[in-house]
């Protein structure tokens, strides 16, 4: 079983920054996938970025060029850079890893971009 808490939502206004941070806690050593994916409220929810353990990293068209994705191996962890934030970017965002067997989430953050 792998655990995964987020952290770094919040409001911020347009052109604004957030860094968003998940933190992988049990049977970490089986991870080979970590990303970020969000939900609008009445939208189907929606990769963002991911990384593998082979550091292909992998945005939406609608986020390359402000947002980077970044792992630390060491400490387990997975973090979102956010810049220019616009209103579109407003959702929950999630935390997402993957084993070769089973699929875990975070329990999301809201992420909200207003003025």
């Known amino acids: 079983q792998v655990q995964l808490v987020e952290s770094g939502g919040g409001l911020v206004q347009p052109g604004g920054s957030l860094r968003l941070s998940c933190a992988a806690s049990g049977n970490v050593d089986s991870i080979i996938y970590m990303g970020w994916h969000r939900q609008a409220p009445g939208k189907a929810r929606e990769m963002v970025a991911t990384?593998?353990?082979?550091?292909?990293?992998v945005y939406a068209d609608s986020v390359k060029g402000r947002f980077t994705i970044s792992r630390d191996y060491a400490k387990n962890t997975v973090s979102l850079l956010m810049n220019n934030l616009k209103p579109e970017d407003t959702a929950v965002y999630y935390c997402h890893a993957r084993s070769r067997l089973y699929s875990y989430w975070g329990q999301g953050t809201q992420v909200t971009v207003s003025s």
């Open positions: 990384n593998t353990s082979g550091a292909i990293t």
